[in-house]
């Protein structure tokens, strides 16, 4: 059996007003057409549902026994589809986002400022992780999108390079008070730091291990390095005159309320790839796409350097 929805809505139209001829109207079909939706119908359940003359249209008891039924279903169906529309809807406008606590911290309000003046219907999440929570919060839906470095990939997941950073030193700057970060900053060899007290990330950290195998020709690595699991920590300290330290070029964006000043590494300068995540094959908002070109022009405006 294949009955439709429609053919059930033109079922209930003639049984209600009792002629074809109104509830073509009412359907804003032909008359021609209901009167082949209905004989259709019939076919389907093997037997009349309408007495016709030339004066009226009766239910037959077939059809009683029909009404009843199909009122049912199309109203249970329209009840769904109402539901899953506001599931939708909801959807579209709620954006949840996976990023690491200093990106979250540091970059995503600014994004979302942004995002809010263009789109102010659609609510955005922000989820503060570890790097290596962001791909499984995608995997499992809890989140939408991910923002992050070292983002490995996988046979579920769409991986895109967004924006490349460069390995910075990371100073105290002269002076007692925060300055906004300077359009162009200095360059620095990696011999240059062999004698500087630098503090780190731990050394299974995917950020210190891309460090330390640019430092290691160098110098030996101090083994009693200052060594801190979170960014905001190690600046902190860096700030505090506790030493420098070298990190990708997305954590300049903290440089407008810290009293630091960057240097850009080179011999070699060392590309990092800053990645958007997202799940493969599910449908995506206008808002995800939007959001991610909201973050690229954030980086730009914040991370990008001059030399």
């Given at each position: 059996m294949?009955?439709?929805?429609?053919?059930?809505?033109?079922?209930?139209a003639v049984a209600r007003l009792r002629s074809f001829t109104r509830a073509a109207e009412n359907l804003l079909i032909t008359q021609q057409g209901l009167s082949l939706m209905i004989?259709?119908?019939?076919?389907?359940f093997g037997g009349r549902l309408f007495d016709r003359t030339t004066r009226r249209v009766?239910?037959?008891?077939?059809?009683?026994?029909?009404v009843a039924v199909a009122g049912v279903a199309v109203a249970s169906l329209e009840e769904a589809a109402a539901s899953i529309s506001q599931l939708s809807t909801k959807a579209a406008q709620t954006l949840s986002v996976a990023a690491t606590p200093f990106i979250a911290a540091t970059l995503m309000p600014e994004a979302c400022m942004r995002f809010r003046q263009r789109h102010p219907d659609v609510t955005v999440r922000i989820i503060d992780v570890e790097r290596w929570q962001i791909q499984s919060l995608i995997e499992s839906g809890a989140a939408d999108l991910g923002f992050g470095i070292f983002l490995k990939p996988a046979g579920n997941l769409h991986r895109r390079v967004i924006f490349q950073c460069a390995m910075v030193c990371l100073s105290k700057a002269a002076g007692a008070t925060?300055?906004?970060?300077?359009?162009t900053v200095r360059r620095l060899s990696w011999e240059a730091l062999a004698?500087?007290?630098?503090?780190?990330?731990?050394?299974?950290?995917?950020?210190q291990e891309l460090v330390d195998a640019h430092l290691a020709p160098i110098a030996p690595i101090?083994?009693?390095?200052?060594?801190?699991?979170?960014?905001?920590?190690?600046?902190?300290?860096?700030?505090?005159?506790?030493g420098s330290t070298v990190l990708p070029s997305f954590t300049v964006s903290a440089l407008d309320r810290m009293n630091l000043d960057a240097a850009l590494m080179e011999n070699p300068v060392v590309p990092v790839d800053f990645y958007q995540v997202n799940m493969k094959g599910k449908s995506r908002a206008a808002a995800e796409s939007e959001f991610v070109d909201t973050v690229l022009e954030t980086l730009r405006a914040r991370c990008t350097l001059s030399y």
């Open positions: 294949n009955v439709s929805v429609r053919q059930l809505k033109a079922f209930l004989q259709e119908l019939e076919k389907q009766t239910l037959t008891a077939a059809g009683r026994q029909l925060p300055r906004r970060r300077r359009k004698e500087t007290p630098l503090i780190g990330l731990p050394a299974d950290n995917s950020v101090d083994a009693d390095r200052l060594v801190h699991n979170n960014i905001p920590t190690i600046l902190s300290m860096v700030e505090a005159g506790f």
